[in-house]
């Protein structure tokens, strides 16, 4: 008899805990072992425990999931670890997945979906939710340089120099506002998560000196 794959359920809200419980519940195939609220815990868990897969959410407090899932790599790397979250914008799938996912998967797939992504994370092979993997395709095709506009490279600029965005609008003449979204533009465009990760990344890229 194949024994049971082994879960660690990996979210901060306990409704949501008990409602993946429950999904697994009433099938031999699954054997939810363990539950965690945080990163920081989740790891902990899935030390002592060893289960064959994680879900993770991630958003949460104390370590987030992308932390989690690079701190589970080096302790336990034979654990698979599967996103199972809300979001699917780059800022969340591009850390989940470069830091060791498996897979990345929405809350908002049907059930069977589910099921059938814990069995292929725990056989070590890839599963991407359709719109996370539109994400990536154009992540892949986008250019490495030259994707942001003459206005998003101004603003980033002005950032790299070490300006706030009040100091950025008023030396553009536009509004705090008018920054605030093409820093979400140049955010999205270089792949991370804040100023910091932006001008890091456009030194990187040679888009700033």
Not at 46 to 64: H, S
């Amino acid at each position: 008899m194949t024994p049971p794959i082994r879960l660690l359920i990996v979210d901060d809200h306990p409704i949501v805990r008990d409602g993946l419980r429950g999904a697994f519940a009433g099938t031999a195939e699954f054997e939810v072992v363990g539950v965690a609220g945080d990163g920081a815990a989740a790891v902990e868990r899935a030390v002592e425990l060893r289960p064959d897969v994680v879900l993770m959410d991630l958003r949460m407090p104390v370590v987030d999931g992308a932390e989690a899932i690079r701190r589970l790599r080096q302790r336990a790397p034979e654990v698979r670890v599967l996103v199972l979250t809300t979001f699917d914008t780059d800022h969340d799938v591009l850390p989940a997945i470069e830091a060791g996912a498996t897979g990345y998967l929405l809350k908002d797939a049907p059930v069977e979906d589910l099921l059938r992504a814990v069995r292929s994370a725990a056989r070590g092979e890839s599963v991407l939710a359709p719109a996370v993997a539109g994400r990536l395709m154009g992540r892949v095709r986008r250019p490495v340089s030259g994707t942001l506009s003459q206005r998003e490279l101004q603003v980033l600029k002005l950032i790299a120099d070490g300006a706030s965005n009040r100091e950025a609008a008023a030396g553009l003449l536009i509004s705090e506002a008018s920054i605030k979204t093409h820093l979400l533009h140049i955010y999205d465009k270089l792949g991370v998560r804040d100023r910091a990760g932006a001008v890091a990344e456009a030194f990187r890229r040679g888009l700033v000196s």
